[in-house]
């Protein structure tokens, strides 16, 4: 018998676990190479896993349910029974990966940390080699105090659990454990703390252990919960002196639970106000002649929409602002020659950014192409992962039911987003015949937020001046 095992793939950039949502096929099935086999689901899409190779289906490691880090064996596939080799497609797995029960590791190991894809992980290039000089001593890191063997409650638990407990001011004794002897694993702890009803009691540990700093976070690195220098609940973070008034039911309220993607998207949201320190501008944009030149391109046969051309002017400006196509770093920032165009779509199950890949050399016709594929995969929920990654520049239109402006948050790691205010006939002063009169304008104002530890603000009303004089002037965008 030739087993080949079936792995978890890589399903985009920054994802780092997946949940196995429905198998297509039970022990005893013979499948074909690249037939579907399961369905797994992220934060940022769900996608259809292909069988690596043919044969006969021998067992399934992976319940319906359950997350399980890329590279994850989660089933196995007996080639010698459909006489076929390994296609040469295969996923390959992930070096070293974790386990998928915690349980089957010795008390003595710690357990594996896995980080929610708040941001992507940055590998530096290889830097050149250069003559070894004196070096220099490692600088001062504040050093946590020792974390207990078990939990509160008596409750047995990895370091990086009693850690997560301490850190969300939670007892341990009321989180089940699926682990070797009640053992409660990350997964127990982030599922508990999803299902936990409001008003639940959490509190039963210090707030914090003696000779740990006042930082927030314990000591730690900001990504030790996926990328939060602050545990999160919900959309709530810890406070040190206000509490929220305890939530009392009143008539007819309906209390939803966190699904899996809503959490993720309150984690990112205050992460990136607690992280970048936003700063916002307006511009007022008369939107007359792109109206005309829209209506002219509907005439000719070859319609371009009002997004296609805002998008174009985004993206053309960053020509003279190139800082905020940027993404930050741990101690640095990289400004990008490629232009990848986030823009934000609604769907019935939360907001998503679909990104336009290589933007900068898009057309207005593609422009307005790729803007009406990615919102169709939006709505239809097929959106994949690579659909949803590598953004370095995001765009928010709030569509036919928007409000005159608003101010959005930027999406980390990058450092600006824009978005469009619905657009409004008014009254304006405009030249005509030489003289100033008024007129009746369709009237656009674009508001940029932008991370001011790296946008100065001459360089952000710079960019944005730039974006009202390519849509102003739209016979400049091609």
């Known amino acids: 018998m030739a087993v080949v095992p079936v792995v978890m793939p890589r399903l985009g950039e920054s994802v780092v676990e997946a949940t196995l949502s429905k198998w297509l096929v039970k022990p005893g099935d013979s499948v074909q190479a690249d037939q579907t086999i399961a369905e797994a689901s992220t934060d940022k899409a769900d996608t259809e896993l292909p069988s690596p190779a043919a044969g006969k289906i021998t067992k399934l490691l992976v319940s319906e349910g359950q997350t399980v880090a890329i590279g994850t064996p989660i089933a196995e596939i007996d080639t010698a029974a459909a006489g076929a080799a390994v296609s040469a497609v295969a996923p390959a797995p992930v070096a ?17 940390e896995l980080e929610l894809p ?14 070894p000089s004196a070096p220099r001593p490692p600088p001062a890191r504040p050093v946590a105090a020792p974390l207990p063997a078990v939990g509160a409650g008596g409750k047995r638990s990895s370091p990086l659990v009693r850690r997560m407990a301490r850190d969300y001011h939670v007892d341990l004794s009321l989180v089940p454990g699926t682990g070797a002897g009640g053992r409660v694993n990350k997964r127990d702890f982030l ?10 009691p959490t509190v039963s540990v210090p707030d914090r252990p003696a000779g740990l700093p006042p930082d927030g976070h314990g000591g730690l690195p900001p990504d030790r919960h996926g990328g939060l220098p602050l545990p999160i609940q919900g959309a709530q973070a810890p406070m040190k002196t206000y509490k929220p008034p305890e939530y009392r039911p009143l008539p007819g309220d309906e209390v939803l ?31 007359h002649k792109v109206d005309a030149a829209r209506k002219a391109s509907a005439k000719a046969g070859k319609p371009v929409s009002f997004l296609a051309y805002v998008a174009a002017a985004v993206v053309r400006a960053i020509k003279d602002v190139p800082v905020v196509n940027a993404t930050v770093l741990p101690d640095a920032y990289a400004i990008h020659k490629v232009v990848n165009l986030g823009i934000a779509v609604d769907t019935p199950e939360g907001l998503v950014v679909p990104v336009l890949h290589g933007a900068q050399d898009l057309d207005l016709a ?12 939006a709505r239809s929920g097929k959106l994949t992962a690579d659909d949803l990654s590598g953004g370095t520049l995001t765009l928010s239109n709030p569509g036919l039911k928007g409000n ?31 003289e100033d009169t008024i007129v009746i304008r369709p009237i656009m104002q ?27 002037s739209p016979e400049l965008l091609g």
């Open 96 to 112: 070293k990966a974790p386990a998928i029960e915690p349980s089957r590791k010795t008390e003595a190991a710690p357990e594996k």
């Open 118 to 131: 708040s941001a992507p992980v940055y590998t530096p290039p290889p830097a050149a080699k250069r003559t």
């Open 191 to 200: 599922d508990w703390l999803e299902k936990r009803a409001p008003g639940s």
């Open 257 to 287: 639970p966190f699904t899996r993607r809503r959490r993720l998207i309150a984690e990112h949201m205050v992460y990136s106000k607690h992280t970048s320190p936003h700063v916002f501008c307006l511009a007022e944009i008369d939107m």
């Open 366 to 377: 593609g422009f307005t192409k790729a803007v009406a594929e990615s919102a169709e995969k």
């Open 404 to 434: 005159t402006w608003g101010a959005a948050v930027i999406n980390q790691p990058q450092v600006a987003i824009l978005r469009m205010g619905s657009i409004v006939k008014r009254p304006v002063v405009a030249p005509l015949n030489g």
């Open 446 to 472: 674009l508001v940029l937020s932008y991370d001011h530890r790296i946008i100065d603000g001459v360089a952000a009303n710079s960019y944005l001046f730039r974006v009202r004089e390519l849509l102003e």
